[in-house]
């Protein structure tokens, strides 16, 4: 079980995710039975990529019935084609940005973080709590000497415990745009940016269902925020 419909791929030998807690949520379209992770052989793609189905009107796809002279849409002979609905750009999420989770951690659970990182880029914190302990505590940061690094910890009965800092990329760019994922499992964290894998974390708090918070701070602009089951 992994990242998988969200990340196109999965971890060999685990079955193919769906998602609960959203009843009904359809999986993407065209997945194998056994996705696997990106950069394995038979790696699915994303929706709109070669292989996959497009929406109407796009390559691969049967053009929209039109009347007989008219551009591209059905109308009747001398009306205009409808207009397409206005549609608002997104708003930012408020900073800091704090979240309940009533069903708390849980084996499966996937979230999705979208976001910018500021030009002025020094760091910025996910952190998953229970109560005043922090059970996962991701900080992505530059020092003042300008080295990149992500550090992983958590705080519990008022103390840090030993952080871990060894990671293989670091994928955050300032002023660019990013998309995080956080997949629970059953013993630990698993952590993509971009769509691509990037760490794991054990478990140091696994009374799962008791960390029910989730905190973003500091240098980001949040775009959005998702809770998803897959299974």
Do not use: E
């Given at each position: 079980m992994d990242l998988s419909d969200a990340l196109g791929g999965s971890w060999p030998g685990q079955n193919n995710p769906q998602q609960s807690g959203h009843p009904n949520q359809p999986t993407w379209p065209g997945q194998p039975s056994n996705p696997t992770w990106p950069g394995q052989p038979s790696q699915p793609t994303w929706p709109g990529q070669p292989s996959q189905p497009t929406w109407p009107g796009q390559p691969s796809q049967p053009g929209q019935p039109t009347w007989p002279g008219q551009p591209n849409q059905p109308s009747w002979p001398g009306q205009h084609p409808p207009t397409a609905p206005q549609v608002s750009p997104q708003r930012p999420l408020t900073l800091p940005y704090d979240q309940s989770m009533p069903r708390g951690v849980y084996d499966?659970?996937?979230?999705?973080?979208?976001?910018?990182?500021?030009?002025?880029?020094?760091?910025?914190?996910?952190?998953?709590?229970?109560?005043?302990?922090?059970?996962?505590?991701?900080n992505a940061r530059i020092d003042e000497k300008g080295t990149k690094g992500v550090v992983r910890n958590s705080f519990i009965g008022n103390q840090w415990g030993t952080a871990e800092t060894n990671c293989p990329s670091f994928p955050f760019v300032a002023g660019q745009p990013f998309e995080l994922k956080i997949l629970c499992t059953q013993n630990e964290y698993k952590v993509a940016v971009n769509k691509s894998h990037l760490l794991e974390y054990r478990h140091r708090i696994r009374d799962l269902h008791m960390i029910t918070g989730l905190g973003i701070y500091n240098d980001l602009t949040l775009t959005a925020v998702n809770f998803e089951t897959l299974h």
């Open positions: 499966k659970l996937l979230i999705t973080i979208v976001g910018h990182v500021k030009p002025n880029f020094k760091k910025f914190t996910v952190d998953l709590s229970k109560g005043k302990d922090i059970a996962f505590h991701f």
